[in-house]
């Protein structure tokens, strides 16, 4: 029987991926979930409707108040990326599918307080 693809356990799979690096609190990171403490840090939404925009993650680290990473996931690798005439495609029918692009919509909103690296994962244990 064939596993259901779960956009939850790739996100497991990326918060254990960061543990690996060092990217954990007790480092000076801060691991936010969809939403920010940081007011600066808001997004809008990807489907273009005015609603508040809620990233995978949102990481920042203590002493640099001006960086910012934001990660979109998405549970299939079919779906990590769209691009279209070799860039990033910021399509509204692209931003929400397209982890990559999700990602890059949500830097886009913050580029101009933040220095930002944006990080599309999609995946599963097969294939991350």
Known sequence: MAKTKNERLTEKLFEDFLKTQGIVEENGWKLEYQKSENPKLSFTSKTGKGNIGAPEFIITRKGCSNFAIVVEAKASVEKLVKIAKNKISLAQTNIGPYAVNGAYHYALDIVN????????????????
């Open 113 to 128: 307080d933040f220095n930002v690296l944006f990080i599309g994962c999609a995946g599963d244990e097969s294939d991350f």
